[in-house]
């Protein structure tokens, strides 16, 4: 879909062709997973599939919204006075929230919007479309009333909308990769103080390979909650008798030393994964730092393991996946991407060897579950902006 079917569309359902365009990345995490509620570091990038929005200020206090991608719940509308959580809302509670925060904050929207959004990240791909609305909305709202939000202020109210507005703790990696990214970098993100370091990519001869199970995942109703919960129980053992605020601040042989204070198996193994998780991190950061790909590939394939065997969140569907691509000839590393519970994984893999490896893991993948698999090519790309031309994809 090209800028101007988004405009013409925008016509037939608000009459005018006056609306300004909005593009709000996705993200993927190259290494680094449920370590961000943790107190750990987290290492995503943004990519250039993402949700699109074309807006127009109203003259009254009416937020209208349209969803190409949901037009069977055609236009939803609330008023600027009346910003509660309203289930029969669905995808229109992530606006409403984010403008809730936004006017909770002390800013002033003087009038309601006309809005249409588009998006071309696969809805419950687990590339964190939630985020790239929210982001795309606080974005919106700051340039068209000119209220001039810091970037990273609106990073913590998407934040606040997923955790407080819409009922899911997670942490603050993907409104921080959506508002923050960097064309052809990764973000090393300190999740304890929000400190930050961008990593010029270089990939050499390789692309990075988005691998869509096709399994949807809703973290709301998934056991994301529950595993955040299992961490906090451990934690607060493991406080009972070391000076920690997360489990971010240990290092493995501090954990190793101290694990037997948790006396619970099923809670060891998940706050082990936490630890060894975020010093992977650090050690994967440091391999690519010194042009080590293939080292940073050992540890993406560390970290799946972790996540299949200690956190316990992948399933059938991305160990597949994430096996057939380790067998292929070409593939520097693999592993699954966001919450688990279904989603995406992603690969690195030499470029000369990507339609094989398309095909041959489409190929198992489908023979093993039954239905396929869907693959993407991942460019690395911005963080949250207006546009003034851009074609979709």
């Known amino acids: 879909m090209k800028t101007e079917e988004l405009l013409n569309k925008f016509d037939e359902l608000f009459q005018g062709r006056d609306g300004r365009l909005f593009f709000s990345p996705g993200r993927i995490n190259l290494i680094g997973e449920h370590t961000d509620y943790n107190g750990g570091h987290v290492f995503p990038c943004a990519i250039t599939f993402g949700t699109y929005g074309v807006a127009r200020k109203r003259e009254d206090r009416e937020v209208r919204l349209y ?8 236009t939803i509308t609330f008023s600027l006075d009346d910003l509660h959580y309203e289930e029969n809302d669905g995808w229109g509670n992530y606006p409403k929230g984010m403008i809730h925060y936004i006017k909770q904050g002390g800013w002033t929207l003087p009038s309601g919007l006309d809005l249409m959004i588009y998006g071309n ?20 709202v700051s340039e068209m009333f000119q209220l001039h939000i810091d970037r990273l202020e609106l990073v913590s109210l998407g934040k606040k909308v997923e955790n407080e507005f819409i009922g899911v ?13 960097k064309k052809d970098c990764g973000i090393l993100l300190d999740c304890n103080t929000l400190t930050y ?27 994301y909650n529950e595993r955040r919960g299992e961490c906090e129980s451990a934690l607060s053992r493991l ?4 000076s920690i605020e997360s489990l971010g601040d240990l290092t493995e042989s501090e954990f190793e030393q101290h694990r037997y204070l948790i006396n619970d198996e099923v809670l060891e193994k998940r706050a082990k994964h936490a630890v060894y998780e975020n010093q992977r991190i650090l050690r994967a950061f440091q391999a690519l730092e010194h042009g080590g790909l293939a080292s940073f590939g050992s540890y993406m394939n560390e970290s799946h393991r972790s996540l299949r065997d200690d956190y316990e969140v992948t399933g059938i569907e991305l160990d597949t996946l994430v096996e057939a691509a380790w067998k292929r000839d070409g593939t520097v590393g693999a592993r699954m991407t966001g919450a688990g519970f279904g989603g995406c994984a992603i690969a690195i893999v030499r470029e ?13 993948y489908a023979g093993k579950i039954g239905y396929e698999a869907t693959f993407y090519v991942a460019d690395i790309g911005e963080g949250a902006k207006e546009i003034t031309q851009e074609v979709l994809r």
């Open 169 to 181: 703790q997670s942490g603050i990696m993907d409104q921080f990769a959506v508002g923050m990214g």
């Open 352 to 364: 000369d060897k990507t339609e094989e490896f398309i095909r041959v893991v489409g190929e198992e």
């Open 67 to 74: 969803s190409l991608n949901f037009p069977e719940q055609g």
């Open 197 to 223: 370091k961008y990593m010029p990519l270089n990939l050499e001869d390789h692309q990075i390979i988005i691998m869509n199970t096709n399994k949807r995942r809703e973290l709301a109703d998934s056991k």
């Open 239 to 242: 406080q009972k008798s070391l």
């Open 121 to 140: 990240i696969p809805n419950g791909a687990g590339l964190s479309s939630s985020a790239s609305l929210e982001m795309l909305i606080g974005v919106i």
